[in-house]
């Protein structure tokens, strides 16, 4: 094949591959992420590691069991905690969604990111972190454990940390943010850890 048309299709070919949408993994090559944050914490990934731990201890059985404790967990507890557990998972898409190319798990921002406020981040500033603690509470009511209970509360102390971290980093990136803080809850309105306006 000359070397002309040789070039030709090389030259189409990064035309067509530019030209295809982006696969699963495009959205996060932005994040942030890299081995040395998680040795140095430089994005804020220890928040994000420690997140990611108590949502996983979710799994765990419950502890001590209900039943130990000599009576049974009652049943309209666990199916309201069950409903809890999907109306969180239902808001945290919805946050998903509502950030769009802004989203990364970091509490530090994406570079260029807009400042989000339509949707569910009309209702608070942090919805995301909503939907886990909604998630963590149906945990709690669905199994009657305090070892879960302990969860929901590490999780609390957890993204209401994060959450500082993240608004630190919003406040000189965005003008219009001290309006929106001092207007919008937090997390959960009316809970101090969870709810700062200035």
Same mark, same amino acid.
């Given at each position: 094949?000359?070397?002309?048309?040789?070039?030709?299709?090389?030259? $189409?070919?990064?035309?067509?591959?530019?030209? $295809?949408?982006?696969?699963?993994?495009?959205?996060?090559?932005?994040?942030?992420?890299?081995?040395?944050?998680?040795?140095?914490?430089?994005?804020?990934?220890?928040?994000?590691?420690?997140?990611?731990?108590?949502?996983?201890?979710?799994?765990?059985?419950?502890?001590?069991?209900?039943?130990?404790?000599?009576?049974?967990?009652?049943?309209?507890?666990?199916?309201?905690?069950?409903?809890?557990?999907?109306?969180?998972?239902?808001?945290?898409?919805?946050?998903?969604?509502?950030?769009?190319?802004?989203?990364?798990?970091?509490?530090?921002?994406?570079?260029?990111?807009?400042?989000?406020?339509?949707?569910?981040?009309?209702?608070?500033?942090?919805?995301?972190?909503?939907?886990?603690?909604?998630?963590?509470?149906?945990?709690?009511?669905?199994?009657?454990?305090?070892?879960?209970?302990?969860?929901?509360?590490?999780?609390?102390?957890?993204?209401?940390?994060?959450?500082?971290?993240?608004?630190?980093?919003?406040?000189?990136?965005?003008?219009?943010?001290?309006?929106?803080?001092?207007?919008?809850?937090?997390?959960?309105?009316?809970?101090?850890?969870?709810?700062?306006?200035?």
């Amino acid at each position: 094949m000359p070397k002309q048309a040789a070039d030709q299709t090389e030259a $189409q070919a990064q035309a067509q591959t530019r030209s $295809q949408p982006p696969g699963p993994w495009a959205a996060w090559r932005g994040w942030g992420l890299s081995w040395g944050g998680w040795l140095d914490n430089r994005h804020g990934e220890w928040w994000l590691l420690a997140q990611l731990l108590l949502i996983g201890l979710h799994l765990l059985p419950p502890w001590p069991a209900p039943g130990s404790w000599g009576y049974a967990w009652p049943l309209p507890l666990a199916i309201g905690g069950v409903a809890l557990l999907l109306v969180g998972l239902a808001l945290a898409l919805q946050a998903f969604w509502g950030l769009g190319a802004n989203l990364t798990p970091l509490p530090d921002p994406k570079p260029g990111a807009a400042l989000v406020t339509r949707g569910p981040y009309r209702r608070c500033r942090h919805p995301l972190y909503q939907a886990i603690l909604l998630c963590s509470l149906g945990v709690v009511l669905a199994l009657g454990s305090l070892l879960h209970l302990a969860l929901l509360l590490a999780l609390v102390a957890v993204l209401g940390g994060k959450a500082r971290r993240e608004e630190g980093r919003l406040l000189p990136l965005h003008a219009d943010y001290p309006a929106y803080r001092a207007t919008t809850p937090a997390i959960l309105p009316g809970l101090p850890w969870l709810d700062w306006r200035h």
